[in-house]
């Protein structure tokens, strides 16, 4: 039979359809991981859809009366995005030239994200629940701009292009059953898609870290940020199982990299 030659082949094949790229400058942690996108989806594809997905969440808040109702926590917000935008040409020049938003949804839910192209949006739950300080809300938002900087949102994409078009052909060179196609796709989603998505977050904790460093605030606070978190998740899931890293890791790695940005925020202050 030729399976195996073809299955041989196959990571050469789908690698074919990428292109490898660095998004960033390392920086001072260190952040210098070849990424592999799609080589049709471009940068700018992936902003478009992200500032029409953005344009929506905002609009369905606005007509709910939930968009940017605080204006004290809006404000404090912006503020703390201003001087972190000011650092992002420290891990890529184009990106001060990006149309930066920030906008505030109120809700109980602990979430806040920053789409490809710099649309950040915070909801107020996370601020009020966790009673976050300024800078450990620098901590979190420098966390969601760093997915912006380093394009996981762009490379997710691609990610799961490569893996569905690697699992349909094993699949028909194999002739596999719906059964085992589906332990072949749970197969591929915790050997492939959940470590590199665990290795973004990892990237995104470094590259916030210094973002809020360079921005003059309190490295520590990255610290207490994820124990807050921790306190208030129930049934964490366990690191191998989870696109997150489990608390205690994830601490302990801050911790590890807290002396390398330490003297930019002494610089900063």
Same mark, same amino acid.
């Given at each position: *039979? ?27 942690? #260190? ?10 989806? !471009? ?12 344009? &929506? *969440?905002?609009? =369905?808040?606005? !007509? ?5 109702? %605080? ?29 930066? &938003?920030? %906008?505030?949804?109120?809700?109980? =839910? ?22 976050? /300080? ?16 380093? =394009? ?18 094993? #699949? !028909?060179?194999? #002739? ?20 590199? !998505?665990?290795?973004?977050?990892? =990237?995104?904790?470094?590259? #916030? ?32 199982? /989870?696109?997150?890293?489990? /608390? ?22």
């Amino acid at each position: *039979m030729r399976i195996r030659p073809l299955l041989c082949c196959l990571p050469f094949l789908l690698l074919a359809s990428c292109e490898s790229v660095q998004t960033t400058q390392g920086g001072a942690v #260190g952040v210098d991981r070849s990424q592999y996108m799609f080589s049709a989806l !471009s940068s700018t594809d992936v902003d478009q859809m992200a500032a029409e997905s953005y344009n &929506e *969440m905002l609009a =369905e808040a606005k !007509s709910k009366n939930l968009l940017n109702t %605080n204006a004290a926590m809006l404000k404090r917000l912006r503020t703390i995005a201003d001087r972190l935008v000011k650092e992002v040409d420290h891990f890529r020049s184009d990106a001060r030239t990006w149309n930066w &938003e920030v %906008n505030l949804i109120k809700s109980d =839910e602990l979430n806040a994200s920053c789409m490809p192209g710099g649309k950040i949006l915070f909801y107020t739950g996370i601020v009020d629940k966790l009673k976050l /300080s300024d800078d450990e809300i620098a901590q979190i938002m420098g966390h969601e701009i760093a997915h912006a900087l380093r =394009e996981h949102g762009r490379e997710a994409i691609s990610r799961a292009y490569t893996t569905q078009m690697g699992t349909q052909v094993i #699949g !028909s060179l194999l #002739g596999l059953g719906e059964g085992t196609r589906q332990a072949a796709d749970m197969a591929v989603q915790y050997g492939l898609t959940l470590p590199n !998505s665990r290795s973004n977050e990892t =990237e995104a904790d470094l590259i #916030g870290l210094e973002l809020a460093a360079r921005a003059g605030y309190q490295p520590d606070a990255a610290v207490t940020l994820w124990q807050k978190m921790a306190g208030a998740s129930q049934g964490e899931p366990p690191a191998f199982m /989870s696109t997150h890293p489990n /608390s205690s890791g994830r601490i302990q790695n801050l911790q590890h990299n807290i002396p390398k940005v330490r003297p930019l925020y002494d610089a900063a202050k």
